[in-house]
Structures are given as structure tokens and as C-alpha cells.
């Protein structure tokens, strides 16, 4: 028969990568947690993970174990919310946070800790289209990305717009302008980020709507190497205003443009199938409420289409 308990150990070791970690997740000591995990093995004379150095890491059978453990985990957390087994105020276990950006992660993540401080919460930061195959592939339990691709099976919670803006060094010659004509980009050298980053998709569909080819591109991998590089005066950057952050070297100027004000959506991501556990039930409530202060109270409705995502007012989650 199929021991709950060693799987559940499994699981715990398969996610956190690490038998401590787990162990303290589920209150247990590690010496138990390893025990669990030998027995599993022994029973069915299988290996679910290798040491490679310090690390350790899932054999091919464990990854596909993992797969139905994680379905195994939200079914338990469904049935536990359906009986009122499981109080949403006093959630436990592990969040798994992966955003493209910082600033807006940071925030929710600090909301989130005040109001529930028993998960254990960990981020990690990377591009959209990255963040989006972690929520795909069950790795991370939360996305926050802008302007995401939509993605059957997945559920999207807008959160607000993102304007882009120019910054360039206080002693840039278009620093004396309170607004920055688009033309303007024409004569100047843009710091572009790399390729798979929202905010180098935006801006190059902004370029290529009004004709115009900068001067000179240099590309930037980083948010925080494109400040340095434009501190520097090694050009002009376009940046979502979110992300534009606190240097006294710097300078931030809207655009003035033909059409809708370039820029992004924020989106709240986590898979359709898991969003009524009551960890991440919780999260998307508490995004919810986020997004309208961010927005002053008012509705969600985008300044622009949005092709491909939301064209209209979403309905409530719940």
C-alpha cells in the first residue's frame, strides 16, 4: 500500500532541493525525513534522487514522481478547504515566488509576510517568458510578470499599468526637457535590454509604430546595468516608471507620443488548477487589493488593446 507519509516526504525534499529545508517545512527532523525517503526507494527498489557535490538533485523517474506529487499536493489542499480542515488565516508550508522584475514581487511578498508570516517564502527573479515555464512546469507556485503571454491552463489576475519612461544622466542634454518628444530617440544612443525582456519588446514596438531608428543601440542585460550605463551617459534607456528607482545621476521624463502611452500590464500568474489552494488563494486576494490601491480604487480598464490578453474588464476571481 502506498505510504501517504514517504511521499509526502518526497515531495517536501523534491521541492525545497534540500533535506533540511524540508524537514523544516514539514516539522520533522531530518534524520526522519531521510529515513521516509530511503523506505520509499527500498519498497519500490527504485532511486529518486543523485548527489552531484553538495547538491541534490531529481533522477528522470523522480521528475516524473514530482509531476504527480505536485497534483497529489493540490488535490489534499483542495479536499483540506473544501471540509474546512485548513483556515486561509493561518496558512503554513511554502510559497514559491518567480517575477520578472523586483519592485513589484518585493511589495506583494512584504504585504503578503505582514498579513500571513508562517509560510516560507522564497523569490527568484528572471525574464517573463522564463517565469512563465517555471508556473507552467509547477516549479514556482506564483508569477508576477508584465504583459505575459497567455497560456492555456493558466489563470492572470491584472494588477495595473506600467508607463514607460526615458532616463538618461542628470547632465544629458534632453535632461532639460520636462517631456521627451518620441522623435527625439532618432539622435541619441538607446540602451536596449536583451532579447526575451518585456520592457526591450515594448520599446522596440514603440520605435518601430513611430519609424524611428536611434542614432546608436547598445544592449544591456540587466534593469540595474542600464541605470549604471545611463548614470555613465552612455545613453538614453526607455524603463517601465515602476522600475526607474531612487539615483540622484539620474533623470526620468515621460514621452510624448502619438497614440496610447507605451507601456505594460502587471499580471499576478499562477497555474488555473491550483489557484483555489488557500496559500495561493490568499495571494491572489491580497493582489487583488494591491492592484486597486495601485490604481487609486478605480477599475481595471487598459489605456490601450491588449492583443492577445485581456481586451476588457476581467470578472472576479471568486
Known amino acids: 500500500m502506498l505510504n501517504y507519509h514517504q511521499i509526502r516526504a518526497f515531495h517536501a525534499v523534491a521541492r525545497e532541493g534540500s533535506m533540511s529545508r524540508a524537514a523544516r517545512t514539514l516539522g520533522v527532523s531530518q534524520p526522519t525525513l531521510s529515513e521516509q525517503i530511503k523506505g520509499l526507494e527500498a519498497h519500490y527498489q527504485v532511486r529518486l534522487f543523485a548527489r552531484e557535490g553538495r547538491a541534490l538533485v531529481l533522477t528522470g523517474l523522480g521528475h516524473e514522481l514530482y509531476g504527480l506529487t505536485v497534483r497529489l499536493a493540490d488535490v489534499t489542499d483542495q479536499i483540506q478547504a473544501l471540509l474546512g480542515e485548513r483556515s486561509t488565516v493561518d496558512l503554513g508550508g511554502a510559497l514559491q515566488v518567480v517575477a520578472d522584475g523586483p519592485l513589484h514581487a518585493a511589495s506583494l511578498l512584504a504585504r503578503f509576510r505582514k498579513q500571513y508570516p508562517q509560510p516560507q517564502i522564497s523569490l527568484s527573479v528572471t525574464n517573463a517568458p522564463a517565469a512563465l515555464k517555471q508556473i507552467t512546469d509547477g516549479v514556482a507556485d506564483i508569477g508576477i510578470v508584465a504583459d505575459p503571454k497567455v497560456i492555456p491552463g493558466l489563470h492572470f489576475v491584472p494588477i495595473g499599468e506600467d508607463p514607460l519612461v526615458a532616463v538618461m544622466a542628470v547632465d544629458h542634454p534632453l535632461a532639460a526637457l520636462d517631456v521627451i518628444p518620441i522623435a527625439a530617440l532618432a539622435d541619441t544612443t538607446l540602451l536596449l535590454r536583451e532579447p526575451g525582456s518585456t520592457t526591450r519588446a515594448v520599446t522596440l514596438g514603440l520605435l518601430d509604430r513611430h519609424q524611428l531608428t536611434p542614432r546608436e543601440t547598445i544592449q544591456v542585460a540587466t534593469r540595474e546595468a542600464i541605470r549604471e550605463a545611463a548614470a555613465h551617459g552612455l545613453g538614453v534607456s526607455l524603463i517601465f516608471d515602476s522600475e526607474t528607482g531612487e539615483d540622484r545621476r539620474l533623470v526620468k521624463r515621460a514621452l510624448a507620443t502619438v497614440g496610447p502611452v507605451a507601456g505594460c500590464t502587471e499580471y499576478v500568474v499562477c ?48
Open 271 to 318: 497555474q488555473e488548477a491550483r489557484r483555489r489552494r488557500p496559500i495561493l488563494r490568499a495571494f491572489l486576494e491580497m493582489a487583488e487589493a494591491y492592484g486597486a490601491e495601485w490604481r487609486g480604487g478605480k477599475p481595471f480598464k487598459p489605456d490601450r488593446p491588449l492583443p492577445g490578453r485581456f481586451s476588457e474588464t476581467p470578472r472576479r476571481l471568486f
